[in-house]
Structures are given as C-alpha cells and as structure tokens.
C-alpha cells in the first residue's frame, strides 16, 4: 500500500519546513548583523556555516521528510533516524554554531554549573547509555510513542544526551575542557561499546518486543505523531489499517533485527570516521613535537660546538 494515502503533510511536514527556515535566517542574523553586540567574537567562517546548514537539512530528512513517517511503520527506519539523529547532527550541530556564541550560553549563570556537570566525559558517556538503552525498553518506548508529548520530550532528552557525548570531544570553546590525544580515541571506542547491550537485545531476542510495531491498535496510535488525526479517521473509515505489514514485506521479528543491525553499522561508521579524524589529528601533534624537539636538540648542539670552537 503506498505512503501517499497519509497525506502531504504526514509526508513532507510543510510546518517544520517553515520553523526550520527561520533558524536558518536567526542563524545568520545572530552570527552576522548582531555579532558586535558580543563582547568577543570573529566573522562567521565558511566551514561552520555549511556544517549549520547540513545538520537542519539532516533534521529534515530524517524528522520532516517521509523517513519520519517510515519510522512509525518499519522498526528498521526508525534505528537509522536514531542512528542519524543521534550520532551525527550533534557533531554538525557543536561544529556549526561559534565558538563565541556557544561561549555565551555556556558560561551563562547556573547554565555553567549544570552543562559543566552533564559534560563530564565519565557522565556523558554513562548519560547517553542510560538514555538510550531505557527509551528503547519496550515498556517505556510502547508508552512514550503513542503520545505526542511524551514523544517529543524524549526526542530532545535523546538528543540533549548525545549532545552532552559529543561536546568534551569536539568544542571549541575557550576555557571549556577539552579532552587530548589518546584520551579522545578511548572515549569514542567507549562511546561505540555502550550502547552495544541494548542493539544486542534488540538483534538477539527471539520475539518481537514492541507493540507500536506489531499490535495493530497501538501502531494505529502511533501514527498519529505523524499523521493529523483528522487525515487518520478519513482512512480508517474507508481503509482497514490493521498494522505494519500492509506496507512492508518484512516480519516483525526480522524488522526488529535489521533495525538493531543498521543502527550499529551505522554507529561504527561514523564513529569510525571520527576516530581516523582523531587519531590522524593526534599523530601530526605527535610528530610536530618530536620534530620541534629534534631541531631545538640539533641547534642546542651547534651552539655548544660553535662557543667550544671559540673557547
């Protein structure tokens, strides 16, 4: 059955298009027109507009664009929105916004004190793990997924803690904690293995374990994130939606484990790439200090030999 009977908007989200437009023109009039009421602050660079401007147009992709809508009926979809939402527009996000900017509201008055906690590398590693692994308990994602609210709520606290993840490795920020070397690669493999167990019980159970995907009265209320309700009571009336299956091929049970799958290839590419970025980064700041080493040693010597020549 196709995905055109939910509509236009349950498909393309005409509302976020708008919102998303407007921080894009904020974006620029803060970073541009209203950057000398900073009281530090350089011209907006090239690099960190582009990495703005990707991560909106990945945010609709995967939260505007039919995926998001795929996501309500295929497990599958939804661990590659997360895998997305979760591990890449952070990064995009933190490398996008100034590092002038960010410093304003990190050192804003009680924001300091709180963000410089939910940053800790031990806490934010932990932090994220522990987001993720209970939003996925089938209990609590059957729970959250059927109301709007409850939904969204999650979606910011998922991304707020890989937000808090990704910040000690890759800001920017004058006077923030910045974490060096060989620390950066062991906390992205750390990164890569917490969420390990709770994909492992997503690939390895035996059973389908949530009803928004295979009990067709709660996946009918699940599809009410995306779908106007209005547009869901005009298809039911005419269509008999009983579940999932009248749109994809796929069993619950192989669903469910495609989905924990992808979302952990996913995961290692992208945290593969950071990690060759890293560990790249870190070797060059290796090398250059030896090679600064070797030459203060050579011209230590050719001092010593020069003032011995003259003695």
Known sequence: MPLSIFGFQALWSPYMIGTLIFIIIVYFIV????????????PLKKEEAIYFISGIILLYIIKGSPIDLMSLIMFTMHMVQMAFYLLLLPILIIKGIPWWVWKVVVEFPVVDKIFKALTHPVVSVLGFALTFSVYHVPLVFDFVKVDQTLHGLAS??????AFFMYWPLINEVPGQPKMKGLYKIGYIIATAVVITPACALIIFSKDPVYATYTNGEAWLESMALCVPPSTLASITTTIPLSGPELFTDLTPIRDQ???GVL???IQEIILGILLAIVFRKWWKEEHKLSEEEITAKALNEFQLKKKNQYE
Do not use: C, H, Y
């Not at 970073?31 to 350089?42: A, Q």
């Not at 910011?156 to 803690?161: I, Q, R, T, W």
């Open 263 to 265: 979302m952990k290839i």
């Open 156 to 161: 910011l606290a998922l991304f707020m803690s």
């Open 31 to 42: 970073t541009i027109k209203w950057r000398k009421d900073f009281k530090v602050s350089e």
């Open 257 to 259: 484990q495609m989905g």
